[in-house]
């Protein structure tokens, strides 16, 4: 590879279907490049559509609108090529899927040429061969002299760091063979803890492969539940990376010849919190809201989804309600107001004590003779609910949860209680990672009430409640989960572990009621993990 061949990265935040708005935004980048002197552009997988398009891309117009807004994008290119990633039919003699995951080469007002993705992931959150034909061949492009190869997200993904070996070809190794002086790969890489780290050394390995240097670029947005975080990357075959922003759109031209080792920050306090507030904001603007709503408990799931929000979209538009039961201590009521006052955010007291005491009172006919139970605690999660859903509709806003994974996993939250709201903001992260999580956010100045970290926590339901009173240590219960959610072990082989078997056993159904949850690891509740609801197998 000659020295000063310079390329630009366009890390950017596509939406999915928006076409006139992804072109000018890759537009955009394109000519921030050309400003900082770059050879070639290049744009991650799909930039033109976003994704994943899933079944949009079977709508009548979907693909022909992507084609007109490639056309439109190639007549803007110079002498400068760049790289989009855009969705193609098939055209092939084979029956098959009808459309292709693409990369198109522009410039000088042209589609040069065009590659298809050849490794269509179907596994985990992936569903790509539902739509997609695979390449049949890996073809080298020679460009100014430098022989350049390309590819789409999963072509550089080998057996080594796969959970097993899915695919009878492997791109990387056929363009090994062939002789290239530069591997180009275009991605949507979604993220979860611990993955900027495993690229940093898949990209090591290819580069060493293909003995050429690897540019990898990868998107910055979150879809739903998936946070897309960026980390693109600049690999040599001698170890040597640079890296890019994490969880932030970034436009940088590099000299892939000399690529310069950059500290990376994998602390995964900060990394969650980052991929959570990317997730926050882009679900919110992305659907059309401008503003948040959700109840402060005084507890630490609501706090850490408070300071998510106002991080996200502005404390000027977060809207917190204090609901105290009778039950509620009046230091949660005050913890509520010192996190509101800390984050700027709006916070309103509405009891729900008379409200409660009418419920109780209507369905005495019904009860008489019952003890009060889990129907009174559930009572009042209820009726936080409805005071909740009733501001999100008077007003507009979007009602976040604040539900974590450990509760979720056992049904430790009340349908049509605190699970109403239209987006799980730390569904995903267990007990143990919120408390890590919020102390981070307090590591220079305190924003989170220490009394509402270090309290026990307690849904305040019932007199002198704590969650440890119907769970398990949350050390012990997110050991568990880790086993049975991640690791994907069986419960029986759990059990013989040494954890007792009803800490292990749980029913699916709520989770199957839950609004989106960001996912932040490696298996969330979501399009991941797939289970039936109604089932025997114990394992």
């Not at 950059?262 to 900060?270: G, K, V």
Request: charged share 20%.
């Amino acid at each position: 590879m000659q020295q000063g061949l310079r390329i630009g990265v366009a890390q950017i935040n596509s939406t999915i279907g928006d076409f006139p708005g992804n072109a000018k935004r890759i537009l955009a980048a394109y000519r921030a490049c050309l400003d900082q002197g770059a050879d070639l552009v290049i744009t991650p997988e799909l930039s033109l559509v976003g994704y994943p398009p899933r079944d949009l891309i079977q709508k009548s117009q979907f693909v022909p609108k992507c084609l007109q807004a490639l056309d439109y994008l190639s007549e803007e290119t110079k002498d400068v090529p760049l790289l989009v990633g855009y969705v193609d039919f098939s055209h092939s003699a084979k029956p098959g899927r009808p459309y292709r995951n693409a990369a198109a080469w522009l410039e000088k007002g042209k589609i040069v040429r065009t590659w298809h993705k050849t490794l269509l992931p179907n596994y985990d959150v992936f569903d790509e061969q539902r739509y997609f034909a695979p390449s049949e061949s890996c073809e080298v492009h020679v460009w100014n002299g430098h022989r350049i190869g390309v590819t789409i997200c999963e072509d550089i993904w080998n057996e080594d760091f796969l959970p097993r070996p899915l695919y009878d070809r492997n791109p990387v190794a056929e363009y090994a063979t062939q002789g290239i002086d530069l591997l180009l790969n275009l991605s949507a890489s979604p993220y979860h803890l611990g993955k900027p780290a495993l690229r940093r050394k898949l990209m090591i390995d290819v580069a060493r492969q293909v003995k050429a240097p690897v540019v990898y670029c990868n998107a910055c947005a979150a879809q739903e539940e998936l946070i897309f975080d960026g980390h693109s990357l600049i690999a040599a075959p001698t170890g040597e990376i640079q890296e890019l922003t994490g969880f932030a759109e970034e436009v940088a031209v590099v000299d892939v010849a000399a690529p310069i080792t950059t500290s990376t920050d994998d602390l995964a306090a900060a990394q969650v919190y980052q991929a959570l507030v990317l997730g926050v904001r882009d679900y919110v603007q992305k659907c059309g809201f401008s503003s948040v709503c959700l109840g402060l408990s005084g507890g630490i799931d609501s706090a850490l989804t408070a300071v998510i929000a106002a991080d996200a979209i502005g404390a000027e538009n977060v809207y917190g309600i204090t609901m105290p039961s009778p039950y509620s201590s009046r230091g949660s009521v005050d913890d509520s107001f010192a996190l509101a006052q800390a984050l700027g955010i709006s916070c309103q007291e509405i009891p729900i004590v008379q409200p409660f005491e009418a419920v109780k009172h209507a369905l005495q006919p019904l009860f008489a003779g019952e003890k009060e139970d889990v129907t009174e605690e559930n009572m009042q999660a209820r009726l936080r609910g409805l005071y909740l859903m009733s501001f999100s509709n008077k007003f507009g806003h979007l009602l976040l949860t604040t539900g974590n994974k450990s509760e979720m996993a056992v049904g430790y939250c009340t349908i049509y209680g605190d699970m109403c709201g239209g987006l799980a903001v730390i569904g995903d992260l267990p007990k143990t990672l919120v408390y890590q999580v919020c102390e981070w956010i307090n590591r220079e100045r305190e924003i989170i009430p220490w009394n509402t970290i270090r309290k026990a926590p307690s849904a305040e339901l019932r007199p002198d409640q704590k969650d440890q009173d119907t769970l398990p240590p949350y050390e012990v219960l997110d050991a568990i989960l880790h086993l049975l959610i991640e690791e994907q072990q069986d419960p029986i082989d759990v059990v013989a572990q040494g954890y007792e078997e009803s800490l292990v056993l749980w029913n699916e159904w709520k989770r199957q009621q839950a609004a989106p949850i960001l996912r932040i690891t490696s298996k969330a509740f979501g399009i991941g993990r797939r289970m039936p609801i109604v089932h025997r197998f114990q394992g």
